[in-house]
């Protein structure tokens, strides 16, 4: 908890509204800073759970009410007015075909008890960063390069650097960490937790 807290501490200055730390169980942990644009209650804070999926956010889904609505079509019930609840929702009844879906910028990471799995995705236009590194036993995100480097030792990627010289930025999925990438825009993952 102090390690996620000082990762999450990095980022206030982009989430200054709420903090929010979730452990699901020994393999899951989420943390969140909350920007707060849609639905301004407390309700809304994030991670969320919704049924038995839960979820970190950033960003904002243009069409969550028209989404919204089909899925209340199909009688499932909301709690809250944000784009979040709805992310969960299309996530339960469409599974990873829900990204085709969305209109909007986002990175998010669902987490879903029943099938013991992550599933993540980037908007269209990479407007939202997705960072992640997997190692051995730990596969960590953030939209954050700094934030992944507290309490880990990586190295400088002497690629990236060359082409960040080369070109003025850094290619996905490359990024100046040595194991750290970046989600590749308008992709998707899934990442079984077995």
């Given at each position: 908890?102090?390690?996620?807290?000082?990762?999450?501490?990095?980022?206030?200055?982009?989430?200054?509204?709420?903090?929010?730390?979730?452990?699901?169980?020994?393999?899951?942990?989420?943390?969140q800073?909350?920007?707060?644009?849609?639905?301004?209650?407390?309700?809304?804070n994030?991670?969320?759970?919704?049924?038995?999926?839960?979820?970190?956010?950033?960003g904002?889904?243009?069409?969550?009410?028209?989404?919204?609505?089909?899925l209340?079509d199909?009688d499932?019930?909301?709690?809250?007015?944000s784009?979040?609840?709805?992310?969960?929702?299309?996530?339960i009844e469409?599974?990873?075909?829900?990204?085709?879906?969305?209109?909007?910028?986002?990175?998010?990471?669902?987490?879903?008890?029943?099938?013991?799995?992550?599933?993540?995705?980037?908007?269209?236009?990479?407007?939202?960063?997705?960072?992640?590194s997997?190692?051995?036993?730990?596969?960590?995100f953030?939209?954050?390069?700094?934030?992944?480097?507290?309490?880990?030792?990586?190295?400088?990627?002497?690629?990236?650097?060359?082409k960040f010289?080369?070109?003025?930025?850094?290619?996905?999925?490359?990024?100046?960490?040595?194991?750290?990438?970046?989600?590749?825009?308008?992709?998707?993952?899934?990442?079984?937790?077995?």
């Amino acid at each position: 908890k102090e390690v996620l807290d000082k990762k999450l501490q990095m980022m206030k200055h982009r989430g200054p509204d709420f903090q929010g730390i979730e452990k699901f169980d020994d393999n899951v942990t989420f943390g969140q800073v909350r920007l707060s644009i849609i639905d301004l209650n407390q309700r809304s804070n994030q991670p969320y759970t919704y049924l038995h999926v839960s979820i970190t956010f950033n960003g904002e889904i243009y069409n969550f009410k028209e989404l919204r609505k089909e899925l209340e079509d199909r009688d499932y019930r909301f709690d809250t007015e944000s784009d979040t609840e709805v992310l969960c929702a299309l996530f339960i009844e469409f599974g990873e075909s829900m990204v085709d879906m969305l209109n909007g910028m986002f990175a998010f990471t669902i987490y879903d008890r029943k099938k013991d799995i992550l599933f993540g995705a980037r908007d269209r236009m990479g407007q939202k960063p997705f960072l992640y590194s997997l190692k051995e036993d730990s596969f960590e995100f953030s939209s954050h390069l700094f934030s992944i480097g507290v309490g880990n030792k990586h190295e400088i990627n002497r690629k990236a650097v060359k082409k960040f010289l080369d070109w003025g930025y850094v290619p996905e999925p490359l990024t100046m960490y040595s194991g750290v990438y970046k989600l590749k825009a308008s992709h998707y993952f899934t990442f079984d937790l077995k």
